[in-house]
Nanobody
């Protein structure tokens, strides 16, 4: 059964960096649009960044612009989210997700049909 697996979440101080990984047993990620979402306590799940198949398109929502970078390693079948200059408001559970047969980026958390289990990112001094 296809699934996504996130890792890399941790507790860091403001200004620190983390790299999240999204692996996919059972899928060839290069064929899939991958979206990173996050959900903070008491808030709705929101898109952070997206990469389309074959890296044709990437986008970043406003909180991530200039600080986060999404990338794909085809050999490792992994999508990464490099997060720099982290702020306390970046604290959330981060999820990677995809929608089968989608070849364009999307932002709605209602779109994906495959989700990872999430990885916790905590930014605090």
């Amino acid at each position: 059964q296809a699934r996504l697996v996130e890792s890399g979440g941790d507790s860091v101080q403001p200004g620190g960096s983390l790299r999240l990984s999204c692996g996919a047993p059972g899928l060839i990620l290069d064929y899939y649009t991958i979206v990173w979402f996050r959900q903070a306590p008491g808030k709705e799940r929101e898109a952070v960044s997206c990469i389309s198949p074959s890296d044709a398109v990437t986008y970043y929502t406003e909180p991530a612009q200039g600080r986060f970078t999404i990338s794909r390693d085809k050999a490792k079948n992994t999508v990464y989210l490099q997060m720099n200059s982290l702020k306390p408001e970046d604290t959330a559970v981060y999820y990677c997700a995809t929608k089968r047969f989608a070849n364009v980026c999307f932002r709605s958390p209602n779109e994906p049909d495959i989700w990872g289990q999430g990885t916790q990112v905590t930014v605090s001094s």
